[in-house]
């Protein structure tokens, strides 16, 4: 094979945790009649609340084809090149085993939301029931060099609470606010999705909302922009590169000669996945070995009734920019190269536009 599969996982193979019955006939044309992928595979996904050897196991579940962990994508997989960080204290924020997921990537020393609410009970103040009692001083040294946000928390007023007061505080929570303290310290970003598809009828707020909530607390309070070190997961470039490079680790590892050419961006989400494909193919393709294809499914997020403005001060129509507040908007960019109905006609289609005959 010349070219290679990037799938989207959430409202293009499952809806939560149902299966979309295309997924399955899609899945048993990849791959022989020993279970072997017969083309590179990649599973991008924007969520972030697991390893990826659970997420691996999970799709080898639900789509009936043996799925390694070398195959799947996490949000923060990306995170595994930011050696210069690991070394360093790092507060976490998400949900799911975060100190497993953090140790995995490499950092050696996180700290999670729940460990300085512990340490530090006087911080989270909004749930009257959850508040202490008794103080007790705790003898806790915290000074985090870095914060990373993994995904959407569950408690949302603990997890705001807390990493505006490591920002505000240079990382010395339960300090008064500083106004010197600007630029923050670090954060790091994993998904900026703000909605996605489960099994309601509507999108679900994700990560991306989350990111909306701190941006414009962080700017209420000392009237300056929040800022990212790093922003990943899709549509960001690093996380294209990223799913290149083990595309290309897996067809070395099959002995594949032919080099991959073309990659199908295959997802739901107009302003991740294609947004993100086309991006991709704008921007880097021509210093990067694949060019890019974006092919939408009507599965998930994207519904074909409604149009994206021109203008992304328009808000008269439904639809309006859903992207993060960092990436420029561009019509051409949210403009899939195809739309099908469902992952099993975009594999029909792609086997038919690169005359591949399993």
Known sequence: PSFGFLFDIDGVLVRGKTPIPAAKRAFQKLVNSQG??????????NAGN????????????????????????????P??????????CVLVSGQGPLLDIAQDLGFCQPITIDTLREKRPLLDAVDHDRRPNILVSVDFCFKPFSVVLFGEPVRWETSLQLIIDVLLTSGYPGNPYGQENYPHIPVL????????????QSPRFGHGTFMVCLENIYKKITGKELKYEVLMGKPSRLTY???????RAQALQRSWEQ???????VGDNLM??????????????????AHCKSVLVCTGVYNPHTEVPLDTRDSITETVFHGHRDFRFDPGLVEPDHIVPD????????????????
Not at 36 to 45: D, H, I, N, S
């Open 79 to 88: 995170l595994r090149m930011f050696k210069r960080y690991h070394e360093k």
């Open 343 to 358: 992952v099993d006609a975009a594999v029909d289609l792609v086997f038919q536009l690169e005359n591949f005959a399993p």
């Open 272 to 289: 991740t996945d294609v947004y993100g494909a086309n991006l991709w193919e704008n921007e880097l393709a021509s210093a990067a070995a």
């Open 259 to 265: 080099p991959i050419l073309t990659l199908y961006a």
């Open 189 to 200: 970003a994993c998904n900026m999705d703000l909605m996605w598809v489960a099994e309601a």
């Open 36 to 45: 072997q992928f017969l083309v590179p595979v990649v599973f991008v996904t």
């Open 50 to 77: 697991c390893l990826r050897q659970k997420k691996a196991d999970q799709l080898s579940h639900l789509l009936g084809v043996p799925i390694s962990q070398d195959q799947v994508m996490m949000s923060h997989s």
């Open 241 to 247: 590169q990223y799913a290149e490079h083990l595309i």
